[in-house]
């Protein structure tokens, strides 16, 4: 559901309904925290990404520190 489709959303008028401008006072408030919601989720992806990117080079960066000489063709361990 997004922000616009909460504001623009029609109810039928009923004998002793709510109050029209009360409903859409409370639309405008939910479709405004909606967009909240929604840009902060857009942030946080964008953020997970970023993390995510940045954990994937130092992993990278690692595994090449951290492998052993290749010019070694014998076992030079202690075992």
Known sequence: ???????????AARWRGVDP??????????????????ETVRLLSQENDRIKRALR???????RECRPPQEHSHNSGHW
């Open 1 to 11: 559901m997004t922000p616009h489709e909460v504001r623009t959303r029609e109810f």
């Open 21 to 38: 401008l009360e409903v859409r006072e409370f639309q405008a408030r939910v479709a405004d925290e909606l967009a909240d919601l929604n």
């Open 57 to 63: 080079d130092w992993q990278t960066m690692h595994a």
